[in-house]
């Protein structure tokens, strides 16, 4: 198993935990967890994949993605059964985590395919993001990027080090590393302190 596989499967693996804490919320039976945490962990990649014209789609060549999105969501619902609820702070960090690594594979799946850095760019953003946002759409959420807190700039900032790092010939893996930390720690400083970009007032004149 390569490091590249085993990141994707981790990622898959958090953010079917993200889909399966978001559909308990939502008090869902045990199929509608299990659609959540399957939509969350593997939407974005699914887009992605369709865009960059890579079929079949990854979950389709290998069932290991939907095998592991499920045992993911199980364990999550054996765990807070067991132990007790998970506070919303717990959903968030997760998501960081799941973001921070599938903004930089998405990235390297585009880079592989021989696209413009700029298409790369939007492509690891879209990987990170999309699963989240179709999770919280269909759980009537307002989706986290569409929130005030900083979310798909932390995607942007993790994307373009990455692109910078592997040009600049970093260490193997030290490329990865990195990148995936620069999302992680934004994305937890905005949790932790609510930062936020600075917003745009269209003011009326007289």
């Known amino acids: 198993m390569t490091w590249f596989y085993a990141f994707d499967l981790f990622g898959v693996a958090v953010f079917a935990i993200t889909g399966a804490l978001m559909a308990g919320r939502k008090s869902m039976d045990l199929l509608g967890v299990l659609v ?31 095998v592991v999105a499920i045992v993911a969501a199980l364990a999550t619902v054996l765990w807070v059964r067991l132990t007790r609820p998970i506070h919303e702070t717990g959903l968030l960090v997760a998501d960081a ?17 021989d696209v413009p850095l700029s298409a790369a760019v939007i492509m690891g953003v879209m990987t990170g993001v999309a699963g989240g946002v179709l999770r919280d759409i269909i759980c009537n959420e307002i989706p986290l990027i569409f929130q005030k807190e900083i979310y798909a700039t932390a995607s942007i900032v993790g994307s ?25 720690v934004i994305r937890l400083a905005a949790i932790r302190w609510q930062l936020q970009l600075p917003r745009f007032h269209l ?4």
């Open 203 to 206: 003011l009326d004149r007289d």
């Open 36 to 66: 959540i945490a399957v939509i969350t962990s593997l939407g974005g990649g699914t887009l992605r994949d369709v865009i960059l014209d890579r079929h079949p789609v990854v979950w389709i060549r290998d069932d290991t993605y939907i």
């Open 160 to 184: 373009l080090l990455y692109i910078l790092l592997s040009r600049m010939n970093a260490p193997a893996g030290l490329d990865v590393t990195l990148a995936m930390l620069s999302v992680l």
């Open 97 to 113: 985590f799941g973001l921070a690594v599938f903004t930089v594979i998405g990235t390297q799946v585009a880079i592989a395919v």
